[in-house]
């Protein structure tokens, strides 16, 4: 079965890097993803990688993904007070559902 | 582009009536909609997956009877939450996912992808 599983916090000074990690058991997902959600608020998708692809970088953002090990991280570059959120990641198999992680709380310490 | 809304926000309700949640896509054409629930510091667990025109698919624990979709376009789908109870009590997400043809070109929107709504938080008392 599919299993997703991150760290429930993480804390970063702002202006340093942050890294949220996630594995997953499933090796047959088609794409894994990594959403942000604000308090009380939807999830906003923040980029995706496609299995096959082992780095993907847009803007201050870096996807990692390690099928050997079944390990996927982001990198959040020059972290800011507005990234604090909790983060996401995601996978899903062709078009069908997602299977979410557990979501990690990112703190950003002034 | 690829805008989801829900309404209402949120909703307080007393024990033992129903609810309904709308979900729009209001720029694209959705063939599939999602609906979650998400239980205060966790992840979001999928209730069940409904195309336009036909019969909801729950997932495995999810009470049909209880948890009636409909999806009758291809931009609405509605969740209602009959009978509710203090249980019930949750922050319900759904999502869309584009319909695949030439009509949803809308820049930085892709097909398989899931768009999300804003979510509505549900109050039994």
């Known amino acids: 079965g599919e299993d997703v599983e991150q760290s429930l916090f993480l804390s970063v000074r702002e202006g340093d890097s942050s890294v949220i990690n996630c594995t997953y058991t499933?090796?047959?997902?088609?794409?894994l993803y990594w959403y942000k959600q604000e308090p009380g608020a939807g999830l906003q998708l923040l980029t995706y990688?496609?299995?096959?692809?082992d780095m993907k970088q847009d803007q201050r953002l870096t996807v990692l993904l390690n099928k050997k090990d079944k390990h996927l991280s982001l990198r959040i570059a020059d972290t800011q007070t507005g990234d604090s959120a909790i983060y996401f990641c995601?996978?899903?198999?062709?078009?069908?559902?997602?299977?979410f992680g557990t979501g990690t709380r990112l703190t950003i310490i002034p | 582009g690829a805008v989801v809304s829900q309404h209402p926000s949120w909703v307080i309700c007393k024990s033992g009536t129903s609810v309904k949640i709308e979900c729009r896509s209001l720029?694209?054409?959705?063939?599939?909609m999602f609906w979650y629930r998400q239980f205060p510091k966790q992840s979001l667990m999928l209730m069940a997956t409904?195309?336009?025109?036909?019969?909801?698919?729950?997932e495995q624990g999810v009470e049909k009877d209880k948890f009636l979709i409909n999806h009758a376009s291809l931009t609405l789908s509605t969740l209602t939450v009959t009978s509710a109870h203090p249980e019930d009590s949750s922050f319900y997400i759904c999502?869309?996912?584009?319909?695949?043809?030439?009509?949803?070109?809308?820049?930085?929107?892709?097909?398989?992808?899931?768009?999300f709504g804003p979510g509505t938080r549900l109050t039994v008392t």
């Open positions: 999502s869309a996912r584009p319909y695949p043809h030439a009509g949803n070109g809308l820049a930085g929107v892709y097909n398989y992808e899931q768009y």
């Open positions: 499933d090796s047959s997902s088609t794409y």
């Open positions: 720029d694209f054409q959705a063939t599939t």
């Open positions: 995601a996978e899903s198999f062709g078009n069908e559902k997602l299977t």
């Open positions: 990688i496609f299995s096959n692809m």
């Open positions: 409904s195309n336009e025109g036909s019969k909801a698919t729950y």
